[in-house]
């Protein structure tokens, strides 16, 4: 039985955005900072904050962050 093939070629071109200004970055670095002073955070939410920590620290993009493995975060 199983699963349907899964189409993932887009179905129109993607948008690019323009990149966030330096003071939004440092905005969102500080809520970060703010978030991980806390106590305790769900699972979810420690996850995200790793992936757009990396994002902010790295300036990775999309298809870089995808190909990560946990070799290459050693």
Same mark, same amino acid.
């Given at each position: 039985?199983? /699963? +349907? +093939? =899964?189409? /993932?070629? +887009?179905?129109? +071109?993607?948008? /690019? !955005? #323009?990149? #966030?200004? #330096? &003071?939004? $970055? =440092?905005?969102?670095? !500080? !809520?970060?900072? &703010? &978030? /991980?002073?806390?106590?305790? $955070? #769900?699972?979810?939410?420690?996850?995200?904050?790793?992936?757009?920590?990396?994002? =902010?620290?790295?300036?990775? !993009?999309?298809?870089?962050?995808? &190909?990560? *493995?946990?070799? *290459? =975060?050693?």
């Amino acid at each position: 039985m199983g /699963l +349907p +093939p =899964l189409d /993932l070629a +887009p179905a129109e +071109p993607v948008e /690019l !955005r #323009p990149t #966030p200004e #330096p &003071d939004r $970055l =440092l905005a969102l670095r !500080r !809520r970060l900072g &703010d &978030d /991980l002073g806390r106590d305790s $955070l #769900p699972d979810g939410q420690v996850r995200f904050t790793a992936v757009v920590a990396m994002v =902010l620290d790295t300036g990775a !993009r999309s298809g870089e962050l995808v &190909d990560q *493995h946990l070799a *290459h =975060l050693a």
